[in-house]
């Protein structure tokens, strides 16, 4: 089984449940790892997030999705960057830690803008989503979950992945009017937002039966059974006596609560009052083990306002105590929308001028470094070398590549631009990763080897001429060879790294001279 397949099995356990099966799985395909492509690793770190989010192990979650954008960030992979920013905010904001969560989720927003990977933008879309639905930032989550529905892609093979896409979009719209219904029951977004999260929850079950994805398929029924509209009480009623009575339903949003509480709405509104609040008190009693403060909310708020209707002693006030709290939590609820827009604020600034200073020390053509890269490099090497006695040797390389002009003039600037971007990727292949290579201008490139002596230097001008005479260029005359002069210089007594460019410079042209003398010998 490949990573791939692996990592694909270990998020199927999860989302079924069978987190000790998933973990176990994972950890045997962790072994074998370490030879594998570092973006199939990164899934594998990602399902195994998943998975402790199931289990709902935030330390090990915050573990997980901090060695999937590790081995992200070294494969300049932003789609599962942005994917385990998200997974990483999530295990914050359950946690409590949720400026933490707003920082990550803003920095997964602007990785997510950087995403060219179709699959990795839809998982990074629902993870967004999921997150910002767990701080009940409805706003923020609506763009992600509807764009994951319409991006037909997965990173991973799962055949259930539109379902649960569909399955976010229905209880986002849902949470959303139960929420709002306790602040303004008389806001016409309530009884919008409930027709809409019923026809997603309605297009979920469609989906997970087209799909066979039985696992998702009861779920789905149950939400779709519990956000119907009273219209459909009628029609509804028995239906949901089933669900409440039936030992193999299954728990989702809050299970028997959420169920009680769909109950209890049909029996009032068909004007069976007394079994109605007797519904809505075991609905409330079932919410206290649901595990989700959101489900109790909802429960115990339907029970006051039918008591409250009812003329039961006392319910008015609890209602109006508890219309009281909902409007503090909800003023809380847009101060963290507030924040959560000030932090995407920041990072977008922060990259953007990361951005422009990268582009500001970058030769355009070629991506390599510019004069201004050069001369930075040239003054912290500089001023190491003031700081610290005893430093090791700097070397710089100029290379010069032979006959450039001819290239240019027989062939055309398209292909001499080709010559040179070829050139620099061959020049970065050879560089050690702390290496500066710069393209000073023309056809004239540096090297600058930080603790290189004169040894190390020559060996690396030895493997950069090779680079270069290796490349091949496609011509309308024919592949086209390259031939390059390298002059090294080195820091040593009385030789200054101000000194280095003119020296190398100096050796360059011996170098070319010598070469000129055998070709004419």
């Not at 789609?79 to 905010?89: D, I, K, Q």
């Amino acid at each position: 089984m490949t990573l791939s397949a692996t990592a694909a099995r270990v998020m199927s356990l999860a989302q079924d449940g069978h987190t000790d099966d998933a973990i176990a799985l994972s950890q045997s395909a962790l072994e074998g790892a370490a030879t594998s492509p570092a973006l199939e690793q990164a899934g594998l770190w990602y399902a195994i997030a998943v998975t402790e989010h199931v289990r709902g192990d935030g330390s090990a979650q915050i573990a997980a999705a901090d060695r999937c954008l590790e081995l992200a960030e070294a494969a300049a992979e932003p789609g599962w960057a942005a994917n385990a920013l998200s997974m990483r905010a999530m295990a914050q904001a359950r946690s409590g830690a949720v400026e933490g969560a707003l920082i990550d989720l803003a920095r997964s927003e602007v990785a997510l803008a950087a995403c060219d990977d179709l699959a990795l933008r839809n998982w990074a879309h629902t993870g967004l989503g999921y997150c910002y639905l767990e701080l009940r930032l409805y706003e923020l989550a609506q763009p992600h979950f509807e764009a994951a529905v319409r991006i037909p892609a997965s990173p991973i093979p799962l055949v259930e992945a539109t379902t649960i896409d569909l399955m976010n979009l229905a209880e986002m719209y849902l949470r959303w009017a139960d929420e709002l219904e306790r602040v303004d029951p008389a806001h016409a977004d309530v009884v919008q937002h409930r027709t809409v999260g019923h026809q997603h929850a309605a297009a979920a079950v469609a989906e997970a039966r087209r799909v066979g994805a039985a696992s998702f398929e009861a779920s789905c029924e149950a939400m779709e059974l519990c956000s119907r509209p009273l219209t459909d009480a009628t029609a509804s009623l028995e239906e949901l006596r089933t669900a409440l009575a039936s030992p193999l339903h299954r728990a989702h949003q809050g299970g028997r609560a959420s169920v009680g509480t769909a109950l209890a709405r049909v029996l009032w509104e068909l004007g069976d009052r007394s079994e109605a609040l007797d519904v809505a008190h075991e609905a409330a009693r079932d919410s206290e083990v649901a595990g989700d403060w959101q489900v109790a909310a909802s429960a115990r708020w339907l029970l006051v306002e039918l008591e409250a209707a009812a003329d039961v002693p006392g319910a008015t006030a609890g209602r109006a105590y508890g219309q009281l709290l909902s409007r503090v939590l909800w003023q809380q609820r847009l101060s963290t929308l507030q924040g959560a827009r000030a932090a995407l604020d920041v990072e977008r600034l922060r990259r953007d001028n990361e951005i422009a200073v990268r582009a500001a020390a970058e030769d355009p053509l070629t991506g390599v470094g510019n004069r201004r890269a050069l001369t930075e490099a040239l003054h912290a090497a500089e001023v190491g070398a003031q700081v610290e006695v005893g430093r090791a040797p700097t070397s710089l390389l100029l290379i010069d590549l032979d006959a450039f002009k001819a290239i240019n003039d027989r062939h055309g600037h398209v292909v001499g631009d080709e010559v040179l971007r070829a050139v620099a990727v061959a020049l970065r292949s050879v560089a050690r990763a702390h290496d500066t290579v710069v393209r000073l201008g023309g056809d004239e490139f540096v090297v600058l080897a930080a603790g290189a002596d004169a040894a190390a230097g020559q060996l690396l001008a030895e493997r950069a001429t090779r680079a270069i005479a290796a490349i091949r260029i496609d011509s309308p005359a024919g592949p086209l060879s390259l031939r390059a002069s390298v002059g090294v210089a080195t820091t040593a007594d009385g030789v200054e790294v101000g000194d280095l460019l003119e020296r190398a410079d100096a050796a360059m042209y011996a170098v070319k001279g010598r070469a000129s003398q055998r070709r004419g010998a």
